[in-house]
């Protein structure tokens, strides 16, 4: 009986462009360093960012 095992192992490179675990990561981590700068210029200044800009 033949055997079914692949002979050969695919060499597989990470992908660098589009979604891959590392950029889903590095938008997490930014996003979460904009969302605490945003709640520490409300805590010092007493504004929202919409005040702040001039939107509201």
Known sequence: MA????T???NME???????Q???KLN???AMVGV???ILIQLLTG???MTLLGLA
Request: glycine share 12%.
């Open 47 to 49: 504004k929202g960012l």
């Open 36 to 38: 605490a700068a945003l």
């Open 22 to 24: 590392y950029a889903e």
């Open 8 to 10: 050969k192992v695919p």
């Open 28 to 30: 997490g981590r930014a």
């Open 3 to 6: 055997s079914i095992q692949p």
């Open 14 to 20: 990470r992908p660098k462009k589009g979604f891959n």
